[in-house]
């Protein structure tokens, strides 16, 4: 017998493994069972619009409590939940028993809008999440340089576009600090990019440089680039930037989707797939090596791409590990960047609302002819103006072709929804892909950019549930921490990790902690077609799962900040154990 011994902030989980038959062994019995577990099978009806629980929900006197003990996997699917004796009795020759002494299990976590390539190049980048001044920034990346050869390229990503927006840097410092090496320091949400002169002379960026549509080359007093690119101007030093080669690309994707899957998740819906990260991507799926699930979501940045996967349609294939089902179309910026589109100006910028659709780089033409393919769009959509015109042209095409409808199209991020604009989602049967991080990262300047009045429309989980929207939830990251245990707290709190405010930040949009982990498991299944195979655990179901030492379903009741403290002790898909503490 093997024992791993988990270390949990709650105390200590211990988990057996044991592959031994017993004497009533089954035989051909089960590849694996978990047992002495709490394990949460989302079996059961779904809660109302309000968050109160279905009526055959396991909770008493507002406690839950878990509707199964164990679970039984075979080829991949579940065989059996419910009982530890129930389970054993599936035990055969070869099947390994995982004694869970007591851990969650819930059905496996589904971020539904990352970046991993992304995640995985940070991963090896300068870390500028939570760096509070540009003095500090360029201390780190000066530091790197010392250890990269001169004339190399440095990357670094994780500064706030929002939070810095009253006062963005310039080359000035970094130039000075980091000379002789091109640095590129990507913002916290990808909309805006800061870089040294080095990086402007590699790219040839001068002041007579085009400038895109819907982007800001922001100018210094000599008239040239100053180093900081808002909004689409940012690609012009992803234009300037070598290509990575293939295998730097399948290396960041690997190291993305390995982060995920230590992280609890099964499935990931990577939001804006180009030529590049699909070749990568397909070579991981041909060599068997994908760890985790991935939906991918083509860009509609990337013409050739898209028109290549228009004239093939969309893969029906839910079972593989690579899926191309869904488009992902940018339609407005970012608010921190003052990019989103608004429909009357920004608070704390008279005059100015915004930019979007064909102001933002958004291809009508192609978008129609994705969704006539049968792909599913996915829209940025930031601004209350940004997310009305989005709505708008679904319904159009709706009613010219209502065949289009059934496409289950979402609206990433809804971050901004005037409360008019609200029902449309439901009556459309568009889905509201949001950020539960977003809200308490943003709450400290976001009012300044909307006023007290629109923000009451602004990160609406409850507004939206209410009025009929299907949502699921995700991180976008890696602009935003992935941790499900943060993404959870934020959802049932409004609270930062620090628990401010108190009481939560515009309290009512608040969720309850079982819409919360639906949002991230059986929703998020539906936002991918993929209802019937996975979001629940139940016999013939996928036996994709997570296990955590916390129960954050008995503790949002009565300690919600202990759900800060949760660890994943493991990340099972398709049955294989792809992660164990």
């Given at each position: 017998m093997k024992a791993g011994l988990f270390a949990s902030v709650l105390g200590v989980v211990l988990i057996s493994v044991s592959s031994h038959a017993t004497a009533k062994a089954t035989p051909g019995g089960a590849d694996l069972i978990l047992t002495d577990a709490h394990v949460y099978t989302l079996r059961w009806g779904e809660p109302a619009r309000d968050g109160k629980p279905a009526p055959d929900a396991?909770?008493?006197?507002?406690?839950?409590?878990?509707?199964?003990?164990?679970?039984?996997?075979?080829?991949?699917?579940?065989?059996?939940?419910?009982?530890?004796?129930?389970?054993?009795a599936l035990r055969g020759k070869?099947?390994?028993?995982?004694?869970?002494?007591?851990?969650?299990?819930?059905?496996?976590?589904?971020?539904?809008?990352?970046?991993?390539?992304?995640?995985?190049?940070?991963?090896?980048?300068?870390?500028?999440?939570?760096?509070?001044?540009?003095?500090?920034?360029?201390?780190?990346?000066?530091?790197?340089?010392?250890?990269?050869?001169?004339?190399?390229?440095?990357?670094?990503?994780?500064?706030?576009?929002?939070?810095?927006?009253?006062?963005?840097?310039?080359?000035?410092?970094?130039?000075?600090?980091?000379?002789?090496?091109?640095?590129?320091?990507?913002?916290l949400h990808g909309f805006a990019i800061w870089t040294n002169q080095a990086a402007l002379d590699a790219g040839k960026i001068t002041k007579a440089s085009p400038v895109p549509v819907g982007g800001e080359m922001r100018l210094g007093p000599d008239g040239q680039p100053n180093g900081l690119f808002?909004?689409?101007?940012?690609?012009?030093?992803?234009?300037?930037v070598p290509p990575e080669p293939p295998a730097v690309v399948a290396r960041h994707a690997l190291k993305g989707l390995t982060q995920m899957a230590t992280d609890g998740y099964v499935a990931v819906h990577e939001a804006g797939v180009g030529s590049q990260s699909m070749a990568a991507l397909q070579s991981l799926e041909d060599e068997n090596r994908l760890p985790i699930r991935v939906y991918a979501m083509l860009s509609l940045r990337d013409p050739p791409l898209m028109r290549q996967w228009i004239a093939k349609g969309p893969d029906r294939d839910t079972d593989s590990m690579f899926v191309i089902r869904a488009v992902k179309a940018y339609y407005d910026g970012a608010l921190g960047s003052r990019g989103a589109r608004l429909l009357a100006d920004y608070e704390d910028r008279p005059g100015h609302r915004g930019i979007s659709g064909s102001g933002y780089g958004f291809d009508r033409d192609l978008?129609?002819?994705?969704?006539?393919?049968?792909?599913?769009?996915?829209?940025?959509?930031?601004?209350?103006?940004?997310?009305?015109?989005?709505?708008d042209f679904l319904e159009g095409e709706f009613k010219a072709d209502p065949n289009i409808a059934r496409n289950r199209h979402r609206i990433e991020h809804a971050q901004v929804v005037a409360p008019e604009d609200q029902p449309r989602f439901a009556r459309l049967g568009v889905i509201a892909s949001m950020e539960p991080p977003h809200a308490v990262e943003d709450k400290t300047w976001a009012e300044a950019r909307?006023?007290?009045?629109?923000?009451?429309?602004?990160?609406?989980?409850?507004?939206?549930?209410?009025?009929?929207?299907?949502?699921?939830?995700?991180?976008?990251?890696?602009?935003?921490?992935?941790?499900?245990?943060y993404g959870l707290h934020s959802a049932i709190?409004?609270?930062?990790?620090?628990?401010?405010?108190?009481?939560?930040?515009?309290?009512?949009?608040?969720?309850?902690?079982?819409?919360?982990?639906?949002?991230?498991?059986?929703?998020?299944?539906?936002?991918?077609?993929?209802?019937?195979?996975?979001?629940?655990?139940?016999?013939?179901r996928w036996a994709d799962l997570t296990v955590m030492d916390i129960d954050p379903l008995a503790l949002a009741a009565t300690a919600p900040e202990k759900i800060l403290a949760g660890r994943i002790l493991a990340t099972i898909v398709g049955g294989k154990v792809v992660y164990q503490r």
């Open positions: 396991p909770i008493t006197n507002g406690n839950w409590h878990p509707d199964a003990s164990a679970v039984a996997i075979r080829g991949g699917k579940v065989v059996y939940v419910g009982s530890d004796k129930g389970a054993l070869r099947t390994r028993v995982i004694d869970l002494n007591g851990a969650t299990v819930i059905p496996g976590l589904v971020d539904s809008h990352t970046h991993f390539i992304e995640l995985g190049a940070k991963l090896e980048s300068v870390d500028l999440t939570d760096v509070a001044t540009e003095v500090e920034a360029v201390a780190k990346v000066a530091e790197r340089a010392k250890s990269v050869p001169k004339g190399e390229w440095i990357f670094g990503a994780g500064w706030d576009e929002g939070a810095w927006a009253n006062r963005y840097p310039d080359k000035q410092q970094l130039s000075a600090a980091v000379p002789d090496h091109p640095v590129v320091l990507r913002s808002l909004n689409r101007a940012a690609t012009m030093i992803d234009a300037a978008a129609k002819a994705a969704m006539k393919a049968g792909f599913q769009l996915g829209f940025h959509a930031i601004g209350d103006a940004g997310n009305r015109e989005v709505l909307l006023g007290p009045q629109r923000i009451l429309g602004a990160y609406a989980w409850r507004s939206l549930r209410r009025q009929g929207a299907r949502l699921t939830f995700n991180a976008d990251n890696p602009g935003s921490d992935h941790s499900i245990f709190t409004r609270q930062d990790k620090q628990g401010q405010p108190p009481g939560g930040w515009y309290p009512a949009e608040r969720l309850t902690i079982e819409e919360a982990i639906r949002a991230y498991t059986s929703w998020s299944a539906h936002a991918a077609f993929r209802e019937d195979q996975t979001g629940i655990i139940a016999k013939g």
